[in-house]
Every structure is written in structure tokens, then in C-alpha cells.
């Protein structure tokens, strides 16, 4: 097994796997501290085991992978961090023949339907890079809509809502009748206002008398 610094990339030497009959098979674990999903997200403390098994013309890998990865909450927009474990399984097809050491065409695998156009590839040194198949694997796990918790109430109201709820506790109670309480303060304006009305209703009640 090799692991090159810097970047995750576990590759593991299938040479003598590929020389043994349909059934053989190695077992490894692996652990990193980190694997770059994408260039704004990456995973850490990656760990796991895969089983390598030689088939007819491919080399299946199956396993478990665990990682970490840090997420943004879709309500609170908060980063959080998440745990991922799944199981995981593809093919990876050999480029060179391991016998002969001549290219395998490819095409003769894929029109006998036994490899995909985007097939993962062992590399001509016999090399099988198991990073590539974690990082997708590591990727559809990931949720959909990712919550920090299933309770989370969202984004805070912003300023001037919360302005807006102070102003409305501070106004005063209304009575039963749906009319403000009648001990509030009163404006100074309408006040004044309040002392002409009053004087203008006493000059029209006074009873109208001829000379």
C-alpha cells in the first residue's frame, strides 16, 4: 500500500491479486486525517476497511467507510459537523494485462457489458487508488438538506422586526371594549386639541334667545 502526503490517495498494489484465481481476495484498513471533497468541503478523520476480490476481468472493491464532515444548517445557516458511515462497492478494471503486460482494449469489456464508460482503472503499474471511489461514496451520503439538529428553530428575526416586537409590547392595553385604556398619557398636541373641541361644543349648546 501506498499513501501519498498531502492529498488522500491510498493505492494499493493488486499485481499479485490479479495473477490469483476468480475468489481470492486481500482485506486492508486505512485511516487519514483528511479527504477533499470538493474545493470549499472536506472530509476528516477518514477511516474504514475495504475487501479487494479478484473477479473475472475487474477487481471488486467492497467496504465501510466513516468520515466527518462539516456542513451549513439550511435553517440557522450555522456551520455544523456531521458524522458519515456507509458501506460501499464498485469495480476498477486493469489497464495493463498483469501476464503480458500489454494494454487491455477496453472495448472488449464494455461490449460484453462488464465495464462502464466511467469504470475506475487500475494503473499500469497495478495500482488501484481507493480515494476516488471514497470521495463519491463520502459525497451521495451526504443529506440533501443538511439541519444541525431536527428542532432547529431557523435564523433570529432580523433588527428591525425586533424592533418593531418591543415597540408593540410597549403600547398600552386596551380595555375590554377593544378601547385604550382611558389612564394612558395623552399627548400635550392633542390635548389642546381636546380644550377647543370642549369649548366649541359649550358655545352650540347654549340656547338661542331673541331680543
Known amino acids: 500500500m501506498v499513501i501519498q502526503a498531502g492529498t488522500f490517495m491510498i493505492i494499493y498494489n493488486v499485481a499479485q491479486l490479479l495473477k490469483d484465481a476468480v475468489g481470492g481476495h486481500r482485506d486492508y484498513d486505512f485511516a487519514e486525517p483528511s479527504l477533499e471533497l470538493s474545493e470549499d468541503m472536506t472530509a476528516t478523520y477518514v477511516s474504514g476497511h475495504v475487501r479487494l476480490t479478484r ?85 451521495l451520503t451526504l443529506p440533501i438538506m443538511p439541519l444541525c439538529r431536527e428542532d432547529c428553530p ?14 408593540a409590547a410597549d403600547t398600552p392595553d386596551e380595555d375590554e371594549d377593544g378601547d385604550e385604556d382611558d389612564d394612558a398619557p395623552i399627548d400635550s398636541r392633542l390635548a389642546a386639541l381636546a380644550h377647543l373641541l370642549e369649548v366649541d361644543e359649550a358655545s352650540q349648546s347654549v340656547p338661542f334667545s331673541k331680543n
Not at 431557523?154 to 415597540?167: F, T, Y
Open 154 to 167: 431557523g435564523l433570529p428575526p432580523p433588527i428591525g422586526v425586533q424592533v418593531h416586537l418591543s415597540n
Open 55 to 139: 473477479l473475472n476481468k475487474s477487481v471488486l472493491a467492497k467496504g465501510k467507510v466513516v468520515a466527518s464532515v462539516t456542513l451549513q444548517c439550511r435553517r440557522c445557516l450555522e456551520d455544523y459537523t456531521t458524522e458519515i458511515a456507509t458501506d460501499y462497492e464498485d469495480r476498477y478494471y486493469p489497464t495493463v494485462d498483469v501476464s503480458s503486460g500489454h494494454p487491455v482494449e477496453f472495448g472488449d469489456e464494455a461490449a460484453n457489458g462488464e465495464e462502464e464508460v466511467d469504470a475506475l482503472r487500475i494503473d499500469a503499474n497495478h495500482g488501484l487508488d481507493l480515494g476516488e471511489l471514497l470521495r463519491q461514496v463520502i459525497i
